[in-house]
């Protein structure tokens, strides 16, 4: 199995200031946005972008988290599924939600998190961030924001470390 770093940790600083400004450029500001993350990692690129308009806006933008297991298409795949809890302690109804991942593939998790929130409102309008974008989609959803575009062959995966989780931060492409 080879693999190779794809984005390390100075790229992936760069690449969320970047994903940042292009945030707060669509949307003329931070006004009515918040910003939730998707389990797991898109849960710690959403607290590192809002620290980033922290620092630019002189504003902490609301954050929530989303766990999105009971609304996959395939969880008759999984033996046990990982239900964690989902945290969003404010009210999304007329809201810039900003939803956050750390890849996009298929769309499929990207819809998942879309029917979740709507179960728990009413949103102005919701914007996909990603880290990576790693193309092939199966359903016809793209990102507002995509830090870099990587179109992965068949014998290639995308794997995202982040020092919360992984004690690392780095994105790299396996190949088996």
């Known amino acids: 199995m080879k693999k190779k770093v794809f984005l390390d940790k100075k790229a992936i ?3 969320l200031t970047r994903i940042t400004h292009e945030i707060l450029e669509k949307n003329e500001g931070c006004d009515n946005l918040c910003l939730i993350g998707i389990r797991t990692r898109g849960v710690y690129l959403a607290k590192r972008i809002q620290e980033k308009i922290k ?3 002189k504003k902490e933008l609301p954050l929530g988290i989303l766990d999105i ?3 996959r298409d395939d969880i008759f795949k999984l033996k046990t599924p990982a239900v964690k809890k989902t945290d969003i302690s404010f009210d999304i109804n007329n809201k810039i939600v900003i939803l956050i991942d750390d890849v996009m593939h298929t ?3 990207t819809r998942a998190a879309i029917d979740a929130l709507m179960d728990l409102g009413r949103p102005q309008k919701i914007q996909l961030g990603v880290l990576v974008d790693r193309g092939n989609r199966e359903l016809p959803i793209h990102p507002d924001y995509a830090g870099v575009l990587y179109h992965v062959d068949t014998d290639e995966e995308v794997l995202v470390r982040l020092k919360e989780v992984d004690g690392k931060d780095e994105v790299i ?3 088996t």
Do not use: A, N, Q, S
Request: glycine fraction near 6%.
């Open 13 to 15: 600083d760069r690449t």
């Open 55 to 57: 620092k630019i806006e």
């Open 69 to 71: 297991t009971m609304y």
């Open 107 to 109: 769309g499929r998790t």
């Open 173 to 175: 492409i396996m190949r």
